[in-house]
């Protein structure tokens, strides 16, 4: 191998094409088997044929063959090859689905044996469907002490940046797919043991990837795929952080803070051991050697995680709300800052919006930052600024520098959160804006977050109806002014 050799990165799948496979008719519910490898030998004799594998479908599986009209039978069936094409297992011709196999769809065929077909497709899922992340949302809804419901994973899809339609249940279908390998049950419990031997990794490992920093998983994919190479070997740093950068560019390591930041906390965790671990220039002397932890993989974990997710948010999604809301007492102002930061985050996702960047600055503010920018798709498109403040009181300098950035950024929607008050300036301020212009601002204070606290999001959503007729009064004249 070459001294160059380099995994290929993952593209980043972050912004608004996330989305779950649109899994239409193609699921054990209404296949009533599910086992991947008896669909596609089904199939197999019509490759090629489009007609021939909806006539098979729907001759073939109750449920279909039971609906009412021809038409109506033969567009469930067609759904069901559009599912498959979505998942991978069947081509397309542009926008239309086929009627050929995907390699894929050939390399399970070639197991022949029931449990290997199903064990293929489902790791499939889990690295090339959003899997793993599905199984990555439903611990973070657990520990935090929530029911696991479809509505509820809906949202932490969205508040991770996924386009998930009203309704949708693309999920439970995955879910049911992944259950034949006993991996996960009808109720989303993970089960360890078989989630290694799917994967190579239990579901506290894939928590501490998601924990992890850009530039920790890039270093690791990129020790793991030389380990494939040069199996049980010490590894020169120095190459590593080479390939590594040649993969992902120059900027990808903190320059100096090598060591610091990416191969000491890499190393503690137990993804590799360490030697020679000097004082090298930028950190990069020595050698590593891939463990367990890391070579068991039997996937590709993404490097570019969690929806633009800053990294040291990640591993707190699973904290209970109302340890937040301890937090935000905390003496430690990191404590209290995080904190602020994952209030902003559940609040934007308990009242319907859909954060999309975090700590914006750019040329755009002129440097200064903006906590959280978050979408709202209702009756219209709407976008919000998120301010948070855990301070006494919020002043009129405060809000006059969020209306320039609602300008820079062109924001609908000035939220302002604090944990104290508003003072009087402030809110005739916000008043004098939304009479005089397209901008609201809305205002949160301390009492209102006592009661978020206490009945969660829809202790919010009502004030922000009541709010929006305050506010429609305020615009009123705006028309009649056109009226005269």
């Known amino acids: 191998m070459s001294d160059t050799d380099v995994a290929a990165p993952i593209d980043a799948d972050d912004g608004p094409a996330r989305k779950l ?89 070639a197991v022949g044996n029931d449990d290997a077909a199903n064990v293929r497709f489902a790791r499939h899922l889990l690295e090339h469907c959003h899997g793993l992340e599905l199984v990555d949302v439903v611990g973070v809804i657990r520990a935090r002490g929530e029911a696991v419901t479809l509505q509820a994973i809906r949202d932490e899809l969205r508040a991770r940046g996924f386009v998930v339609t009203e309704n949708e249940g693309n999920s439970a279908k995955i879910r049911q797919w992944l259950e034949s390998t006993g991996a996960v049950d009808k109720n989303w419990n993970v089960k360890d043991e078989a989630l290694h031997a799917l994967i190579g990794a239990k579901s506290s490992v894939l928590a501490k990837w998601n924990g992890l920093s850009r530039a920790q998983r890039a270093f690791l994919e990129q020790v793991r795929y030389q380990s494939g190479h040069h199996a049980g070997e010490w590894m020169p740093v120095r190459h590593i952080k080479k390939v590594t950068e040649a993969a992902y560019g120059r900027t990808i390591f903190p320059e100096g803070r090598l060591r610091a930041e990416v191969i000491d906390p890499l190393s503690g ?51 209970p709300l109302e340890q937040i809301f301890s937090e ?105 804006l939304a009479g005089s212009t397209a901008h609201q601002v809305i205002m949160i204070d301390g009492d209102l977050l006592e009661k978020y606290r206490s009945a969660g999001g829809q202790a919010v959503i009502d004030w922000l109806r009541i709010n929006a007729f305050r506010v429609l009064t305020l615009k009123e004249p705006q028309v009649r002014e056109l009226e005269e």
């Open 328 to 432: 935000l007492e905390s003496v430690n102002t990191s404590v209290k800052g995080l904190a602020l930061e994952l209030l902003a985050l559940r609040l934007t996702r308990d009242i319907g919006l859909f954060p999309v960047c975090f700590r914006e600055r750019s040329s755009k503010t002129h440097g200064a930052e903006v906590d959280l920018i978050a979408n709202g798709v209702h009756l219209h498109y709407s976008r919000w600024l998120l301010q948070c403040k855990n301070t006494e009181k919020v002043d009129v300098h405060d809000i006059a520098k969020e209306v320039g950035m609602a300008v820079a950024l062109k924001a609908h929607v000035i939220t302002l959160v604090t944990t104290g008050r508003f003072t009087r300036a402030v809110r005739t301020f916000a008043d004098g």
């Open 269 to 319: 965790e137990g993804w590799f051991e360490t030697r020679g671990t000097g004082e090298g220039r930028g950190g990069d002397s020595g050698d590593v050697r891939a463990l367990t932890q890391l070579t068991d993989l039997k996937v590709t974990l993404p490097v570019d995680g969690v929806s633009g997710i800053p990294v040291d948010l990640r591993g707190k999604l699973s904290i």
């Open 21 to 109: 496979p649109n899994m239409n008719e193609f699921s054990p519910g209404v296949l009533e088997d599910n086992n991947v490898g008896h669909l596609l030998a089904h199939l197999a004799p019509a490759e090629g044929k489009k007609a021939e594998m909806v006539t098979r479908i729907v001759e073939s599986y109750p449920k279909i063959r039971a609906t009412p009209s021809e038409g109506q039978r033969k567009a469930r069936a067609n759904n069901v090859l559009i599912g498959m094409s979505q998942c991978g297992l069947l081509e397309k011709d542009g926008e239309d689905v086929s009627a050929r196999f995907t390699d894929l769809a050939k390399e399970i065929r």
